[in-house]
């Protein structure tokens, strides 16, 4: 085993050669020293940048949940008897008040079998087929001599026939339900058996039979083959929940649903801009490698940011052409904030012209607030060549670049610090031989 090599430093010329080494070696090193807190300082502005990239994404989702006329004109329902009928509205429902009375409700097909003393025995049911027909469409189920209620009902449940089947048992016989998965009229069950005897066309076997929803609004007669109805008042859907009752529904504007989406809005937008304001603020210190001071990107992004909310809305006539005018204010310092008393008056006065500010309006051709936003972010934040996504690949290369030129210098002062070790060494046993011969000299004088 070769052990390594013992220096001792000094022992001939009295220099601390180590010491003296690193010295030197560590003024060497300086230049690596501001390499890496360069390095450093591009990792946290890609970080910040990239901050300010995901900030915008969400803004431009908080936009994208504004640009249509069903987010924008956010309706509501009121039913006076919820337990009659439940209503819900999307945005651009048609709004009023009407008298809702319902007739029948829809239902599906109940069809059950004859009475069987047992549910798995064999032998029951007679061999042959039955077939299901549901609106032309027929299925045919195969039983034989070994078949059981409970493997009819599996059978059925595994064909493609639009039906579920299940099992009852009334305290002395096993019945099989076979009941439509669909209700309304047109979903009415045709059983026809040869050869079995399962009892579907027995009369009285027929629980329920498939009928539609009939029901009137403000006495208009209508007829539904679902309890759902989603095309009787536009953008409205009906859930009619009891039989010959009625109750009075409206539809009414509801700013408070658009108050919470433009919240939102805004909480994305402030964020944007406090995080851009953060890095330009003036904090009464030098700043650091780091900083994003007056940085162009920024300044580009908080400029067009600005000019699009503070901005009118081109082709717009009227009172209503910018966000100022529908409640939402600008502070002094670029952030957002929200009148909800402004915005519930204009929203009760002209919805419409709330719309015409926040999207886009096909037949004049102006595109509103929340289309230009989704566009500039895009712009700036999009994955491959948005404006930001080149930033923080640019300084991704910056990184690489200064990780090249610490290895080269590195490798460098390796060299320096290995050329100063042997040449102090050198320079150790030069010294220690003169001295060697030196003492030679003294003890041949004193001999003579």
């Known amino acids: 085993m070769e052990l390594p090599a013992i220096s001792f430093s000094g022992l001939a010329t009295g220099i601390d050669s180590d010491k003296m080494i690193k010295q030197l070696v560590q003024i060497e090193q300086l230049p690596i020293r501001r390499l890496e807190a360069r390095k450093a300082a591009y990792d946290k502005q890609a970080k910040k940048l990239t901050d300010v990239k995901n900030k915008m994404d969400a803004l431009k989702d908080a936009a994208a949940a504004l640009d249509s006329a069903r987010e924008v004109l956010t309706s509501k329902t009121v039913v006076a008897d919820d337990s009659v009928a439940t209503a819900s509205a999307e945005g651009g429902a048609s709004l009023g008040k009407y008298t809702l009375a319902t007739t029948t409700l829809a239902k599906e097909e109940r069809t059950y079998s004859d009475g069987f003393a047992s549910k798995t025995q064999t032998g029951l049911l007679g061999s042959g087929s039955f077939s299901i027909t549901i609106d032309g469409d027929t299925t045919q189920i195969d039983v034989t001599a070994s078949d059981t209620l409970e493997t009819i009902a599996s059978k059925i449940n595994g064909s493609a026939a639009e039906v579920t089947a299940g099992i009852i048992y009334d305290g002395s016989s096993y019945y099989l339900q076979v009941r439509g998965n669909e209700s309304g009229a047109a979903n009415a069950i045709t059983f026809v058996e040869t050869g079995t005897t399962l009892g579907f066309n027995t009369a009285g076997n027929e629980k329920q039979a498939a009928a539609d929803a009939s029901f009137t609004v403000d006495g208009i007669s209508m007829s539904r083959s679902s309890n759902v109805i989603s095309d009787a008042i536009p953008g409205v859907t009906l859930t009619l929940l009891a039989e010959g009752a009625s109750t009075t529904l409206e539809i009414q504007r509801d700013p408070a649903a658009l108050q919470s989406l433009l919240n939102d809005f805004i909480s994305k937008y402030n964020a944007v801009q406090t995080t851009i304001n953060g890095e330009f603020a003036f904090l009464g210190e030098a700043r650091g490698l780091d900083s994003l001071a007056g ?11 600005r000019t699009i909310v503070t901005g009118a809305v081109s082709g717009l006539s009227g009172p209503y052409s910018a966000l100022s005018q529908i409640g939402v204010e600008s502070n002094t310092d670029g952030t957002l904030k929200l009148n909800a ?20 309006n096909l037949e004049t051709g102006s595109q509103g607030i929340m289309p230009q936003l989704q566009a ?31 290895d080269r210098m590195s490798r460098r002062v390796d060299d320096f610090e290995a050329r100063l070790t042997e040449q102090f060494a050198q320079l ?8 060697a011969q030196s003492q030679q000299m003294m003890a041949m004088l004193s001999s003579l």
């Open 428 to 435: 150790e046993q030069l010294v220690s031989g003169l001295q």
């Open 341 to 360: 008393d402004t915005l519930a008056e204009v929203v009760a006065n002209n919805a419409d012209a709330v719309a015409d500010v926040l999207i886009d």
């Open 295 to 305: 940085d162009s990107t920024l300044r580009g992004i908080q400029g067009r940011l």
């Open 376 to 406: 500039a972010v895009t712009e700036f934040a999009r994955s491959g060549d948005g404006t930001l996504v080149a930033r923080v690949m640019g300084l991704g290369n910056r990184k690489d670049s200064v990780d090249e030129q610490i």
